[in-house]
């Protein structure tokens, strides 16, 4: 009998099956934003803007909501399960949507709790939003899993199931022009691909084991918390800052200038969902590759990035400007190169937060995050009360750029003690 011969796979074949990855990933989270989009547009149209005013609200808590539970369930899965064996996927996948499930569901309880004080309009759509959390938590849940189990084609899928599910959905809730019936349609076509997400996997759920999942995560899982929401947080307490300084207005011309790298900031998102599950395997791979694999990942976002806002000063002429922007586009114009650098600053630091992430280390991500945040509001609203918006956008810009070499030093010492604690280990 002839020896088994060892299986090798070529570092071509590799690369392939990463970029393969990736692109679903890109292409997941541009189904993910266009569906976003669409429905803010749509639901816009349809009620007003004090109406909208209200769904933005429930949107913005939904937002909050959804990165605290990707910090108790999905992101410690995305660190210790990517890359492993199928039975253990599954049961890490069974148990984090458990989690979320779980988050959802006390979520959804507090929030029809707060509706029913509330009252009034804005009140009976915390009522619905409540109603239809559960199956939105686990929807994304199951996202994440697929990344992790590197079945990014099937996150893909189940996000088109929503959208198409979307369409009827919306249709009727617009015979009854409220914030109630479009936030219901918007949550229970995510509950049907929540569902779908079961039939995909075979796996359920387990809420019994929710308990479980935060105490054996809890390294990780209450500090991603605390990192995630801060993250969310620093924007919206600069955004309130800018407008409580220099006035709505400038908060307007602000976003409008963000709104032009949209496009990019989706891509961004997209690859951010599954960089985390490829450093990971990296790591198993060949720890020494995972310095050079998250500067790639870095510096070749940022220069995308940069490429990116230099086209939109040079090429976009200004009546496309104002057709997309309206009167907003002669005063956010000014902006798009501060909000380019600040765009570029993001897009370099998440190739050491992947890093990180896949390392789980958590405190050094954690202090990362939070020194990042904490420069970033005070950039913003320094710059705001020095110059309005055009201040505030340089604020942040140079804050984003500081924070990210904040996160690469964090990169280099937790690398640094990884690869110590191996040699100290090994036989």
């Known amino acids: 009998m002839s020896p088994v011969r060892p299986r090798f796979t070529s570092p071509s074949r590799g690369v392939r099956a990463m970029a393969g990855r990736l692109g679903w990933g890109l292409g997941d989270q541009a189904v993910s934003s266009l569906t976003n989009f669409a429905v803010s547009m749509f639901v816009a149209r349809e009620l007003g803007v004090t109406a909208f005013g209200v769904f933005s609200l429930a ?19 995305m660190v210790r399960f990517s890359g492993v064996d199928t039975g253990r996927w599954r049961r890490g996948a069974a148990q984090a949507s458990g989690t979320a499930l779980a988050v959802g569901a006390v979520a959804g309880v507090l929030s029809v709790g707060a509706g029913l004080v509330i009252g009034s309009s804005l009140g009976w759509a915390f009522v619905a939003l409540g109603v239809v959390l559960p199956g939105l938590l686990v929807q994304d849940s199951w996202r994440f899993a697929f990344f992790a189990s590197g079945e990014g084609r099937k996150a893909f899928v189940n996000d088109v199931v929503w959208g198409v599910c979307l369409v009827p959905a919306m249709l009727v809730a617009a015979q009854h022009e409220s914030v109630v019936a479009f936030l219901l349609a918007w949550g229970f076509s995510g509950a049907v691909a929540a569902l779908y997400g079961c039939v995909q996997t075979g796996v359920y759920p387990r809420l019994s084991r929710a308990r479980a999942w935060l105490r054996e995560q809890r390294d990780l899982g209450f500090r991603y918390v605390i ?63 995972l310095w050079p694999f998250c500067l790639t990942l870095g510096a070749g976002q940022a220069i995308v990035a940069l490429a990116w806002g230099v086209a939109l000063m040079i090429l976009l002429p200004d009546a496309v400007g104002e057709y997309l922007l309206g009167d907003v586009w002669t005063v956010a114009a000014p902006l798009i190169l501060p909000a380019t650098l600040g765009v570029v600053g993001a897009s370099f630091f998440t190739g050491a937060a992947a890093g990180l992430r896949a390392l789980g280390m958590a405190r050094r991500s954690l202090r990362a995050q939070l020194v990042f945040s904490a420069a970033y509001v005070i950039g913003g609203l320094a710059g705001a009360a020095a110059g309005g918006a055009l201040g505030s956008e340089w604020g942040t810009a140079i804050a984003s750029l500081l924070g990210s070499a904040v996160w690469w030093f964090q990169l280099h010492r937790g690398l640094r003690d990884h690869l110590s604690t191996e040699v100290r280990t090994s036989p």
């Open 59 to 77: 949107w913005v808590t939904y937002a909050v909501l959804i990165n605290l539970s990707r910090g108790l369930a999905t992101d410690p899965l």
């Open 227 to 289: 990192e995630n929401v801060s993250n969310s947080g620093g924007s919206q307490l600069r955004m309130y800052g800018l407008g409580a300084i220099a006035g709505l207005a400038d908060v307007g011309v602000v976003r409008g200038a963000e709104l032009l790298m949209g496009p990019f900031l989706a891509v961004l998102f997209g690859l951010s969902a599954v960089t985390v599950a490829e450093a990971a395997r990296v790591l198993q791979r060949s720890p020494q590759r």
